[in-house]
């Protein structure tokens, strides 16, 4: 079972020059991925893990690549062919990013989206998920002293 987690910008922005465009100013958006995504599974491409810069703690980070002799500390490489032949124990997120995204749309049961508030520039972008897909829970966080913008998180499933 494939999870999608993804920060996008109202205008549908993921990233800019190698990292999310309003930065680290958004630690309630960290905080939610942390509290979601430890203890499973997360996929990345090397683009993304490079943006992160370490494997995330206390979770199995794979790295999607085409190259065979790619080797990054604490975590497992390997192509989306490989990955998709894993059986998995619990939910993978799905961790970006857009190729990623891309690649696992069809295989996706959920998604966990928060959208920052902001219209933002960027070179990368959430694409759009495919077949119909059903709202089951959304709060709202307004800007405070430690976030620079109001967000909102959502949770979405797959309609069967």
Same mark, same amino acid.
């Given at each position: 079972?494939?999870?999608?987690?993804?920060?996008?910008?109202?205008?549908?922005?993921?990233?800019?020059?190698?990292?999310?465009?309003?930065?680290?100013?958004m630690?309630?958006?960290?905080?939610?991925?942390?509290?979601?995504t430890?203890?499973? /599974?997360?996929?990345?491409?090397?683009? +993304?893990?490079?943006?992160?810069?370490?494997?995330?703690?206390?979770?199995?980070?794979?790295?999607?690549?085409?190259?065979?002799?790619?080797?990054?500390?604490?975590c497992?490489?390997? +192509?989306?062919?490989?990955?998709?032949?894993?059986?998995?124990?619990? /939910?993978?997120?799905?961790?970006?990013?857009?190729?990623?995204?891309?690649?696992?749309? /069809?295989?996706l049961?959920r998604?966990?989206? +928060?959208?920052?508030?902001h219209?933002?520039?960027?070179? +990368?972008?959430? /694409?759009?998920?495919?077949?119909?897909w059903?709202?089951?829970?959304?709060k709202?966080?307004?800007?405070?002293?430690?976030?620079?913008?109001d967000?909102?998180?959502?949770?979405?499933?797959k309609?069967?």
């Amino acid at each position: 079972m494939f999870y999608l987690i993804a920060a996008r910008s109202l205008n549908g922005v993921i990233g800019n020059d190698g990292g999310m465009p309003w930065g680290r100013t958004m630690p309630i958006d960290l905080r939610n991925v942390k509290e979601l995504t430890t203890g499973h /599974p997360v996929l990345m491409g090397r683009k +993304t893990y490079d943006s992160i810069g370490r494997a995330l703690p206390n979770r199995r980070n794979i790295i999607l690549s085409r190259e065979k002799d790619l080797v990054i500390p604490d975590c497992e490489v390997m +192509t989306f062919e490989e990955a998709m032949n894993i059986s998995f124990d619990k /939910p993978a997120f799905v961790f970006g990013g857009e190729q990623i995204y891309r690649l696992f749309a /069809p295989y996706l049961s959920r998604a966990y989206i +928060t959208v920052i508030e902001h219209e933002f520039e960027g070179d +990368t972008y959430l /694409p759009d998920l495919p077949g119909e897909w059903e709202e089951v829970s959304r709060k709202h966080h307004a800007k405070d002293d430690k976030n620079a913008y109001d967000c909102t998180f959502y949770i979405y499933e797959k309609v069967k």
